[in-house]
């Protein structure tokens, strides 16, 4: 069976240096023209996960951009616990991503971690330059009991054993997903999730923001929202999903039924539908 990696788009390839100064790999397809879509990856992951996004003929109308976070995928990997634990770097990424490619309104999404950093950019920017806002399988606000019990196998990334890191970061890929990817497609993933080094993923699981800092951005928020989680998610229970909702009573909610932690991968189709609606309709609302 053909991977949904085999066939995937290069895009065209930008370096990004932040306002801390590290250069970030940012990818862009579709319609340099089109109304444009800024995707931001989970944990580990990398602008690769969105194979199934950028690849979509049904996309292609769109500017997608998508980037590796600090210490992800080709972006740099320094060490340092303030490079990852303060929200005003993960927020002034994005700035800097969306400054030098000259997005005029993007619609924001980020996924998981990702979703966190498309939150911090609320609290520090607003949302005044966007189009809307997608939170994909995230918690905003990040109280402990929307933590699913497919965490449980991060409790302890310190180990210094080669084998032990595989063993632990393979169990985790496993747990973004309900509905299992392709081998070929799973092999794939758990290689570019072994990029960002175990010691940044031990950092950036240090990094918290107060709930009530995260409640009151969302409260502020005006611009065109989705909010898309699957019920069967066991890293980030739906429950975070519904208080993202009440936070912004305008939000629209995509659940997918069988999907786990990855429903724009385990369920494509049904995404991308609701992700096309969604996208055209913000920005026709917001830019005419």
Not at 77 to 100: F, M
Not at 145 to 165: E, F, P, T, Y
Not at 236 to 262: F, K, N, Y
Request: glycine letters at 8%; proline letters at 6%.
């Amino acid at each position: 069976m053909t991977s949904a990696f085999d066939t995937r788009p290069t895009g065209r390839r930008h370096r990004v240096k932040t306002k801390d100064g590290l250069d970030i790999e940012v990818r862009e397809w579709g319609d340099p023209n089109g109304p444009e879509v800024l995707l931001i990856p989970g944990v580990a992951q990398s602008y690769l996960s969105f194979v199934k996004q950028y690849s979509a003929p049904e996309m292609q109308k769109f500017r997608i951009v998508s980037y590796d976070p600090r210490g992800h995928g080709l972006s740099d990997k320094p060490l340092g616990n303030p490079l990852y634990q303060e929200g005003w770097r993960w927020s002034s990424e994005v700035r800097s991503v969306i400054d030098a490619l000259g997005l005029r309104r993007p619609v924001l999404a980020g996924w998981s971690l990702g979703g966190r950093i498309a939150r911090q950019y609320l609290v520090d920017c607003g949302d005044d330059g966007l189009s809307g806002v997608v939170f994909l399988s995230c918690r905003p606000v990040e109280v402990p009991q929307v933590l699913g019990h497919g965490n449980a196998i991060l409790q302890n990334v310190d180990m210094d054993d080669c084998a032990s890191r595989i063993d632990v970061a393979t169990a985790f890929l496993h747990n973004c997903f309900g509905k299992q990817p392709e081998t070929e497609e799973f092999i794939f993933a758990l290689a570019f999730n072994m990029l960002c080094p175990f010691e940044i993923r031990n950092q950036i699981g240090q990094w918290r923001t107060e709930p009530s800092v995260s409640e009151e951005a969302l409260r502020r928020v005006k611009v065109p929202v989705l909010v898309v989680h699957g019920r069967q998610d066991i890293l980030v229970l739906p429950e975070a999903a519904r208080i993202t909702a009440e936070l912004i009573p305008h939000a629209q909610v995509q659940w997918h039924d069988d999907c786990g932690h990855s429903p724009f991968f385990e369920d494509a189709d049904q995404f991308n539908a609701g992700f096309v609606d969604f996208v055209g309709s913000a920005w026709k609302r917001i830019n005419g």
